[in-house]
Structure formats: C-alpha cells, structure tokens
C-alpha cells in the first residue's frame, strides 16, 4: 500500500505534493486511480467528438476557398464572353460587306453605287473598332490567365495541405478510438478496486456535478479543487480512514495531503 501511494504521489495529474508520508485512505487511493483513468477516458471522448469538428470546419475551408478562386475566374469568363461577342459582330459587318459589295455589282447608278460604297466604309471602321476592343481582350485575357495561373498553383498547394490534415485527423480518429476502448477497460478495472461501494457511489454522483478534479486534497487548510479554506471541522474529518468527506464550497472528495 505505501508503494502504490508512492506511485500516486508521482504520477497523479490532480495530486498535490503531500509535506509527509501518511497514506490516505485505501478507498481515495483507489479513487485517485480511477480519477486519473476516468479522466483520461473522457478526454478522449471530447477529442472524439471535437476531431469530426475539426474536420468540418477544415472543409468549409476548402470550400471557401474554391468559391474565392471561382470568383477570380469570373473576370476571365467575362472578358470571354466579351471576345466572341465582338467576335459576332465583327461576322454581322464582314456579311454585311460581302451583301453591300454584290448589290454595287447590280446597281447601274453612281449615287446609289457611292451610298453602298459609304456602307461598307462605314462597315469596315466598325469591323477596325471591334477589331481593336478585341486585341485588347486577348492582351487582358492573357494577363488574368498568368495571374489565376498563380493563384491555382498557391490554391493547389493550398487544398492540398488542408486535405493532408484531414486524412490525418481522420487516422487520428481510429487511433483514438483503439486507445479509448483500452482506457474504458481501465476504468472499469480501477472501479472493480474500489473497495467501499459508498465511496464509488460518492465520486459518480460528484463526477456529474463538478468539473475534474472530482478529489482533491486539502493543504494548509485549503481545497486544493477550489482553492478556498475549509472548516476546522472538515480539515479534522479528512483524516479519518472510511469516511467520506467533501468541500463545503465546491462538493469534491477531500483527502489530507499532509
């Protein structure tokens, strides 16, 4: 017993340093065990459930981040829609031209074969202007091309990572699974030695009502759960062996320390 009290008092995550050797109650340290296991169980639980979280939020991520790289491609798009809409027009004056062109063969007199001539002038300075609004689509086209270029290529890299940390996050998950059907074990191991029923039966009532540690030492007349004094009366009634005592302020289990 005083062994495994040594043990306790090196390896207890909620254990304060005692000032002496004096061994608790078997039934706290039985406790301090299942403490220590149980907690441990429980943050698996909350990794569990917080990992498919994680993963959730890193896919809206994704997602944001390909509509963020949509909206780049939406001038791209315009500027396209643009070109063979010039495109189109400059085919509506060139028809238009070779129309013009086969009536001036057919007409016999001079002012209407100069008004068709003025036509298709006037066809071919429209055809010069879409031609130039066009060149400067292509110039502005190739421009964004490079920018999104880049941007993919950063965007790539980007989605990449992201999805790396999902696939480990989701190997995290049955690693955390494994390891926790192993600790439940323990729990329940810890709970078979636990000799006093009403001392289990005290830490699973405290364990819903309080946050970990559910036991806690009392030092220099303070809970070490709470931080706050104690009684002189509950200071006097944690050393004595089979009696379970608890904080008058938080509710913990109490134990002497010294």
């Known amino acids: 017993t005083f062994q495994l009290w040594n043990v306790l008092h090196c390896l207890h995550p909620f254990r304060h340093q005692a000032k002496s050797h004096e061994m608790p109650d078997p039934n706290i340290e039985s406790l301090l065990i299942l403490q220590d296991r149980d907690h ?84 071919e300075k429209k055809i010069g202007t879409f031609e130039e609004q066009a060149l400067e689509i292509l110039f502005e086209l190739d421009e964004e091309r490079e920018r999104i270029a880049e941007i993919e290529k950063d965007f790539a890299d980007g989605i990449e990572k992201l999805e790396s940390k999902i696939d480990t996050l989701k190997k995290r998950i049955a690693s955390v699974e494994e390891e926790l059907g192993g600790q439940r074990a323990k729990v329940e191991e810890a709970r078979g030695d636990v000799a006093d029923p009403k001392f289990l039966a005290a830490y699973d009532q405290r364990v819903k009502l309080v946050k970990f540690p559910v036991i806690a030492p009392v030092v220099d007349r303070a809970c070490q759960g709470c931080h706050l004094r104690v009684s002189g009366e509950i200071e006097t009634s944690v050393r004595e062996k089979g009696k379970i005592t608890t904080c008058d302020s938080c509710g913990r289990i109490l134990y002497s320390a010294r």
């Open 40 to 123: 441990h169980a429980r943050d698996l639980e909350r990794q569990l459930t917080a990992i498919p979280q994680e993963i959730a939020g890193i896919e809206v991520q994704i997602a944001a981040e390909k509509e963020r790289l949509d909206s780049k491609k939406e001038r791209i798009r315009s500027l396209e829609v643009q070109r063979k809409d010039l495109e189109g027009q400059i085919s509506v004056a060139e028809n238009q031209i070779v129309r013009l062109r086969n009536q001036q063969l057919e007409v016999k007199k001079n002012e209407e074969y100069q008004a068709l001539t003025k036509e298709i002038e006037t066809a």
